[in-house]
Antibody
Framework: QLHLQESGPGLVRPAETLTLTCTVSGGSFSSRTYYWAWIRQPPGKGLEWIGTISYGGSTDYNPSLKSRVSISLDTSKNQFSLRLNSVTAADTAVYYC????????????WGQGTLVPVSS | DIQMTQSPSSVSASVGDRVTITCRASQGISTWLAWYQQKPGNAPKLLIYAASSLQSGVPSRFSGSGSGTDFTLTISSLQPEDFATYYCQQTNSFPRSFGQGTTLDIK
């Protein structure tokens, strides 16, 4: 069974860079069929798509975050990462990593999520 | 960008009821639509992909339909474990977008 696990700091200061890593285990990471994504959810609110990366390294980002976000891949470690620059309190959210699977381009496996508060 | 609008935002129902949630896309997305269920403190769980295909392991009381701009998620006979928030997501184009969610609670 595929397992995704987010890791990163418990707190980020305003204007700093948020960096999260998603480690994938228990299944294939290197298949060209799959895409890997980051999605976030502010407390008490809905889901916001951040961006995605393919196994080949091509990326797409939410235009609302595009100037501040980057997603990268480390195939040697079965990991992909999110960097979000110049954070503010509005970036406080639970951050999820997820896999786009074979069917309908939907996200079939998700990490448990990690809450990242932005506060001084 | 494609906007996704769900209705209602919340609904109250009883165990055994049939419930339908609607999702409308701001432009045609063929059948590139997914439905997720989220319970408090948990990650979303995929229920339906390609508008009407049931994800493996999801009970058959869940069904999806629609194409183009209008879609529905139906739960044929509510069970206690179905009380949750439901989101639609378009998978037609980037940026991917979600509906605002529909909270299903116990009447």
């Amino acid at each position: 069974q595929l397992h995704l696990q987010e890791s990163g700091p418990g707190l980020v200061r305003p204007a700093e860079t948020l960096t999260l890593t998603c480690t994938v285990s228990g299944g294939s990471f290197s298949s060209r069929t799959y895409y890997w994504a980051w999605i976030r959810q502010p407390p008490g609110k809905g889901l916001e798509w951040i961006g995605t990366i393919s196994y080949g390294g091509s990326t797409d980002y939410n235009p609302s975050l595009k100037s501040r976000v980057s997603i990268s891949l480390d195939t040697s470690k079965n990991q992909f990462s999110l960097r979000l620059n110049s954070v503010t309190a509005a970036d406080t959210a639970v951050y999820y990593c997820a896999r786009r699977g074979d069917h309908g381009r939907a996200y079939d496996f998700w990490g448990q999520g990690t809450l990242v508060p932005v506060s001084s | 960008d494609i906007q996704m609008t769900q209705s209602p935002s919340s609904v109250s129902a009883s165990v055994g009821d049939r419930v339908t949630i609607t999702c409308r896309a701001s432009q045609g997305i063929s059948t590139w639509l997914a439905w997720y269920q989220q319970k408090p403190g948990n990650a979303p769980k995929l229920l339906i992909y390609a508008a009407s295909s049931l994800q493996s392991g999801v009970p058959s009381r869940f069904s999806g339909s629609g194409s183009g701009t209008d879609f529905t998620l139906t739960i044929s006979s509510l069970q206690p474990e179905d009380f949750a928030t439901y989101y639609c997501q378009q998978t037609n184009s980037f940026p991917r977008s979600f509906g605002q969610g529909t909270t299903l609670d116990i009447k």
